[in-house]
């Protein structure tokens, strides 16, 4: 049996290791970072040629089955494997860690998209600490605002006039976002509902601060995918 993971998730990886031992894998990355952690089994990077490409693909290399644990904003790739797996035939199940719960306290405000983010801060603060990722960031070029931005690469787009530029990876400690908010008196972050724990220390340090959180809603899972929420779930699936 092979199995195709469109990766770059800590939950890939997991899923991956899972399976490695007991049928073929073959993880396909982006390309996007620079030096990507490497889940076990066989690995590709880069992309495929839009959905007819991935078809392709699956076809040629007799895959027969295809978990999308790709990020949950990843909405480009998804919908994409679920045109790709409908073309081959070949089933497929979205790898989806579940979204942050807003708890009491929590100042959040809600946001369809990047811009419409960019357009929540105005009233705000000046001092934003922005985690979104260095992809969009041009959504954010015309702000007037200082941010912070943390990712883990450079980021290639226009950015804002004011920013200063963070390169970090995750798992974040919960002391260290505090220290990180007060030493750049954040008054607002900026972040996209990616759920999971590697990232959620923000969350907490903003509400003992009581600073707002704009975050960002993800895309829905394409029409018809059936989804799991652990690498657990996906690997009964997969061997089902």
């Known amino acids: 049996m092979h199995v195709l993971i469109l990766g770059g998730t800590t939950e890939a990886r997991a899923l991956a290791g899972l399976l490695h031992d007991r049928v073929r894998v073959t993880s396909s990355l982006a390309g996007r970072v620079a030096s990507p952690?490497?889940?076990?089994?066989?690995?590709r990077i880069g992309g495929?040629?839009?959905?007819?490409g991935l078809a392709a693909w699956l076809r040629e290399h007799a895959v027969d089955a295809v978990?999308?644990?790709?990020?949950?904003?990843?909405?480009?790739?998804?919908f994409n494997a679920a045109r790709a797996a409908a073309t081959a035939h070949v089933p497929l199940l979205a790898l989806r860690r579940p979204g942050w719960v807003r708890t009491e306290g929590d100042d959040w405000r809600d946001a369809g998209s990047l811009e419409e983010a960019a357009r929540a801060l105005h009233g705000l603060g000046d001092r934003v600490f922005l985690t979104t990722?260095?992809?969009?960031?041009?959504?954010?070029?015309?702000?007037?605002?200082?941010?912070?931005v943390r990712s883990v690469?450079?980021?290639?787009t226009p950015v804002p006039a004011?920013?200063?530029?963070l390169l970090d990876r995750g798992p974040f400690t919960l002391d260290g976002e505090r220290e990180l908010l007060a030493r750049h008196r954040i008054d607002v972050v900026v972040t996209k509902d990616s759920g999971g724990a590697?990232?959620?220390?923000?969350l907490t340090a903003a509400r003992e601060a009581?600073?707002?959180?704009?975050?960002?809603?993800?895309?829905?899972?394409?029409?018809?995918?059936?989804?799991?929420a652990t690498p657990e779930e996906a690997a009964a699936w997969v061997l089902r």
């Open 210 to 228: 009581g600073i707002p959180v704009v975050v960002v809603r993800r895309p829905p899972v394409p029409e018809g995918v059936p989804t799991a």
């Open 133 to 148: 990722g260095r992809l969009g960031l041009a959504a954010f070029a015309a702000c007037p605002q200082w941010f912070l």
């Open 67 to 78: 978990i999308d644990a790709t990020h949950p904003f990843a909405e480009r790739i998804s």
């Open 153 to 156: 690469d450079a980021p290639d």
């Open 162 to 165: 004011r920013t200063e530029i």
């Open 198 to 202: 590697a990232t959620a220390p923000k």
């Open 37 to 43: 952690r490497l889940p076990a089994g066989e690995v």
């Open 48 to 52: 495929f040629g839009g959905p007819e």
